[in-house]
């Protein structure tokens, strides 16, 4: 049906948007432009809310465990079959700078696989623990802050603790 195809291209535009508005949030912070920022992050937030509307109606939504089950079947996907296709290309385009992100983004991927594992291993037995993102690379520790981060050596200060 084309309205099923239309709704996944909006959630695959609109989720696209709300990182880009996330992104250009922080820049205008940095840049010293407080209300910009926050008007960017409201934009991001606006689409992310289109992303979980369209997602109801596709029905891509369900109990947690199936969401677990869903969201490890994606990540592995990214790290077995998308990253090495575009590192692949990356490699005979001669874009290092993109074959270093590929290659950088399917190892830390597969370390998302092997939490959201856990998680569904154990889930209703999960422990409370703080969940720290590496602003670099991507890379998710949990417990206490790293002192930096194993994948790419980032600096502490580049963690993000998520509530």
Known sequence: MKTDENLRKVIASVASASVRFSAYAEIAENDGYRQLAKLFRAMAETQKV???????????LDKTDNN???????KTYE???????????ADQDGN?????????AAETTKGHVRILN???????????VDYWI???????????MPV????CGAAREKFIKTD
């Open 68 to 74: 677990l089950s869903a969201a490890i079947d994606a």
């Open 96 to 104: 290092p700078i993109a074959a270093t992100a590929f290659r950088a």
């Open 148 to 151: 930096s981060c194993r994948t």
């Open 134 to 144: 590496c602003g670099m690379c991507g890379k998710i520790e949990s417990g206490d």
């Open 50 to 60: 289109f992303a979980i509307n369209a997602m109801k109606v596709t029905g891509e």
């Open 79 to 89: 790290f077995t079959q998308l990253y090495p296709t575009f590192l692949e290309q």
């Open 118 to 128: 856990v998680a569904l291993d154990n889930l209703g037995r999960n422990k409370e």
